[in-house]
């Protein structure tokens, strides 16, 4: 039987090469008798296993060694808590671009933690346009950082965001 396409959300299809060596290192990691999932993170093969996966991710992404990947469990949820817990400076604020239920999500989350500035977009009936004197407005105060969220692949509405986060930068 043909392997159907995986267009879910989240995880994706995984080659059957990849999914026959899970399966046999689930029992017996790199020769070490027990699976994978039962190794300390401290054990010099799953030390080795992160420091190995950083690197292919980084330079498969191109990113240089002055920065570091970050492998966190959670999903959407924990990573809009994670943006203000770990870039929302004392005295400064978010500056939030919403553009429906996922960033508004993360703009509930970012108000437990401090504050936040934030710019509702919509899509004008004949062009994806956008004010520049309402995002003029949106900047008058200082942001420790800017977060607009998408849904992936499309964009939002035929905005281009790029454009959006050059003129807030």
Same mark, same amino acid.
């Given at each position: ?10 995880? *994706? *299809? ?8 899970m399966?046999?290192? @689930?029992?017996?990691? +790199?020769? $070490? %008798?027990?699976?994978?999932? &039962? ?16 690197? !292919? /991710?980084? $330079?498969? /992404?191109?990113? %240089? $060694? &002055?920065?570091? #990947? ?5 999903? *959407?949820?924990?990573?809009? +808590?994670? !943006?203000?817990?770990?870039? @929302?400076? #004392?005295?400064?604020?978010? *500056? =939030? ?5 996922? $960033? &508004?999500? #993360?703009?509930? &989350?970012?108000?437990? =933690? ?25 900047r008058?105060?200082?942001?420790t950082?800017?977060?607009a ?13 790029s ?7």
């Amino acid at each position: 039987m043909p392997r159907p396409i995986n267009f879910c959300s989240g995880p *994706a *299809a995984l080659p059957v090469p990849v999914l026959q060596r899970m399966q046999t290192e @689930l029992a017996d990691f +790199a020769g $070490s %008798g027990i699976s994978v999932m &039962e190794h300390s993170h401290r054990d010099a093969r799953i030390v080795s296993l992160f420091e190995e996966t950083e690197s !292919l /991710l980084k $330079s498969l /992404l191109g990113i %240089g $060694s &002055e920065y570091r #990947a970050l492998f966190l469990p959670g999903g *959407a949820t924990l990573q809009f +808590a994670q !943006l203000p817990m770990n870039l @929302l400076t #004392a005295g400064a604020c978010g *500056a =939030y671009l919403t553009t429906g239920a996922w $960033s &508004e999500k #993360a703009i509930k &989350e970012c108000q437990r =933690y401090g504050e936040l500035s934030k710019l509702r977009l919509r899509r004008h009936r004949v062009t994806p346009k956008f004010h520049h004197d309402r995002i003029g407005a949106f900047r008058t105060r200082p942001a420790t950082f800017t977060c607009a969220l998408t849904k992936p692949f499309t964009g939002w509405n035929g905005l281009d965001h790029s454009r959006i986060l050059r003129f807030l930068s």
